[in-house]
């Protein structure tokens, strides 16, 4: 099946710096999520991005389909960004069947 | 954005025991999936339907049972609760082209 690693596993920033978290798949994809897992354990949906750029407030993600990597830019983060980034991405082979998860990015923001 | 629920939120639960986690959604979609996570780690698929009277298991191995009887409603079932099933279970659904959304999730802790 399509395999997805995300870089780095650990981000510790302070608040106001900017980051890019990056996801690599294996296999060309129709669906690419990127999602935020907040300390309560609620998955959120920042985007929905299989190819292009999309930004919402600080959050900003680029999907290269055709080099299949994915990054999620954070802007001056702050403390309530601080959580585990998921990518999630849906193969063309298994599509409407299932998403697969990357292992994810803990992200911590210190005030 | 959340118009999908799950409950209980939380459980705590004695081995043998039989459990439902109950997951509705008021979106319509078709398609309904069920993750396994283990704290701090990726999601894996354990069950998956597209709509009524449609279920297949997923990639991981799961001693639980679905059910989709109706296309708002996916419930979970294990029959007999054992401490290995200790995790967090996430329920999703898509509908056609558009992304996943997820529920809250059910901790469950079998003791």
């Known amino acids: 099946g399509i395999q997805v690693e995300q870089s780095p596993p650990d981000l510790i920033l302070q608040e106001g710096a900017n980051s890019t978290l990056r996801c690599n798949f294996s296999?060309?994809?129709?669906?690419l999520q990127w999602f935020h897992q907040n300390p309560w354990g609620q998955l959120i949906n920042l985007f929905y991005?299989?190819?292009g750029t999309k930004q919402n407030g600080r959050l900003s993600a680029t999907t290269v389909a055709t080099e299949r990597y994915s990054l999620l830019y954070i802007s001056s983060s702050q403390t309530t960004d601080s959580g585990v980034y998921f990518c999630?991405?849906?193969?063309?082979?298994?599509?409407?069947?299932?998403?697969?998860f990357g292992e994810g990015t803990q992200l911590t923001v210190n005030p | 954005e959340a118009d999908i629920y799950q409950t209980p939120r939380y459980l705590v639960i004695g081995t043998g025991k039989k459990i439902t986690l109950e997951c509705s959604q008021t979106?319509?979609?078709?398609?309904m999936y069920w993750y396994q996570q283990d704290p701090g780690m990726e999601l894996h698929l354990i069950h998956y339907?597209?709509?009524?009277?449609?279920?297949e298991k997923g990639d991981l191995s799961s001693e639980s049972t679905v059910s989709r009887i109706r296309t708002e409603h996916f419930p979970l079932t294990l029959e007999s609760a054992r401490p290995s099933h200790t995790s967090q279970y996430l329920c999703?659904?898509?509908?056609?082209?558009?992304?996943?959304?997820f529920g809250s999730g059910t901790r469950l802790t079998v003791v």
């Open positions: 999703a659904s898509r509908r056609g082209a558009y992304g996943y959304t």
């Open positions: 339907s597209y709509g009524v009277n449609s279920t």
């Open positions: 296999d060309s994809v129709n669906n």
């Open positions: 999630a991405v849906e193969g063309w082979e298994t599509s409407g069947s299932r998403l697969t």
């Open positions: 979106m319509g979609h078709d398609k």
């Open positions: 991005i299989p190819s």
